[in-house]
């Protein structure tokens, strides 16, 4: 089956600076890779996805790049900001049979902290 | 447009009882996934449902596990003899149902069951 990988666990940037979270994946079937983005005590919200038809995806400070050929993909947050801090999780899904909806492989989060 | 919905927030369970997690879909939505999450750790998918249909359990455990999605009415992940093992967090996601667009899944704020 499908393994994320997640690097770093924990990561620690001054506000204002950048900040960039890597994944790799295993099964170059994987088509669909998302971003979440949970907050203690609460579900995870989708900051941002990309499919493998495409290799860079922005939204406003928020931006996303998928390599297919090396299966890997990050996240790249500008202009941090206290309020990111949470812990980040990449994912990755695989066709199941029915083709219709697919199961999300998470990796193992990223706790980003932005000093003030 | 009301989120994905769960309850109960937390759940307190003694070892050898029942664990009963429900989940409502956003509106419209008729997929839905259940996953866990231990501490310190991503989400393990469990099982995904349509109503009335368990399409994929691969990831639920053989014993003691179950969840449904009647025609009418919430989706239930129901835990039987609860070990201490089983004390996570659930969450529970749905997706669109127009084909094309399932990818997208979007999570509810969880329910922290705690055995004893």
């Known amino acids: 089956g499908e393994n994320v990988e997640q690097h770093p666990s924990t990561l620690s940037v001054q506000e204002g600076d950048s900040a960039v979270i890597k994944c790799t994946y295993s099964?170059?079937?994987?088509?669909?890779f998302p971003w979440y983005k949970q907050e203690l005590g609460k579900g995870p919200q989708l900051i941002i996805d990309i499919r493998s038809n495409v290799g860079e995806k922005k939204d406003q400070r928020i931006a996303v790049t998928l390599n297919k050929t090396a299966k890997h993909f990050s996240l790249h947050i500008t202009e941090t900001q206290p309020e990111d801090s949470a812990v980040y999780f990449c994912?990755?899904?695989?066709?199941?049979?029915?083709?219709?909806?697919?199961?999300?492989?998470f990796g193992s989060g990223t706790q980003l902290t932005v000093l003030p | 447009n009301a989120g994905v919905m769960q309850n109960p927030r937390h759940l307190v369970r003694r070892r050898g009882q029942e664990a009963r997690l429900r989940c409502s879909p956003m509106k419209g939505h008729s997929h839905v996934y259940w996953y866990r999450q231990l501490p310190e750790e991503g989400l393990k998918f469990m099982v995904y449902?349509?109503?009335?249909?368990?399409?994929?359990e691969s990831g639920m455990p053989k014993e003691r596990f179950s969840a449904e999605f009647p025609k009418e009415g919430p989706s239930i992940l129901r835990i039987q003899q609860v070990v201490r093992g089983d004390s996570a967090a659930y969450f529970c996601?749905?997706?669109?149902?127009?084909?094309?667009?399932?990818?997208?899944?979007?999570f509810g704020p969880g329910t922290r069951l705690t055995v004893l």
């Open positions: 996601a749905s997706s669109p149902s127009k084909q094309g667009t399932t990818d997208t899944q979007y």
């Open positions: 099964d170059s079937a994987s088509n669909y």
């Open positions: 994912a990755a899904s695989i066709s199941i049979s029915s083709g219709s909806a697919r199961q999300l492989t």
């Open positions: 449902l349509q109503k009335e249909n368990i399409i994929d």
